[in-house]
Nanobody
Framework: QVQLVESGGGLVQPGGSLRLSCTASGSFFSSSIMGWYRRAPGKQRELVASINSGGSANYPDSVKGRFTISRDNAKNMVYLQMNSLKPEDTAVYYC?????????WGQGTQVTVSS
């Protein structure tokens, strides 16, 4: 059974930085595609970053150049470094593990960007 636990959210001023962490338990972490999604109030959940088993990452234009996803397969962890944060980045951020056709989710961590 896969369990994902996020940490690192909080309140930050515009222009600031946060680093989110996700700890994964269970098997097949190193062969899984890992991702970070977010859901802002009144909006649909959206992908903000993904990284495959080989370390290749993808980002939507909204965060490209500001967010960086990374993984440590030895520790079963995935990270999201968020720089130059904007108020529109405010959302609950979720860690995701894709194993075949199955998606697993963490409970989410709140990120609030406000002065």
């Amino acid at each position: 059974q896969v369990q994902l636990v996020e940490s690192g959210g909080g309140l930050v001023q515009p222009g600031g930085s946060l680093r989110l962490s996700c700890t994964a338990s269970g098997s097949f972490f190193s062969s899984s595609i890992m991702g970070w999604y977010r859901r802002a109030p009144g909006k649909q959940r959206e992908l903000v970053a993904s990284i495959n088993s080989g370390g290749s990452a993808n980002y939507p234009d909204s965060v490209k150049g500001r967010f960086t996803i990374s993984r440590d397969n030895a520790k079963n962890m995935v990270y999201l470094q968020m720089n130059s944060l904007k108020p529109e980045d405010t959302a609950v951020y979720y860690c995701n593990q894709r194993l075949g056709i199955t998606f697993y989710w963490g409970q989410g961590t709140q990120v609030t960007v406000s002065s």
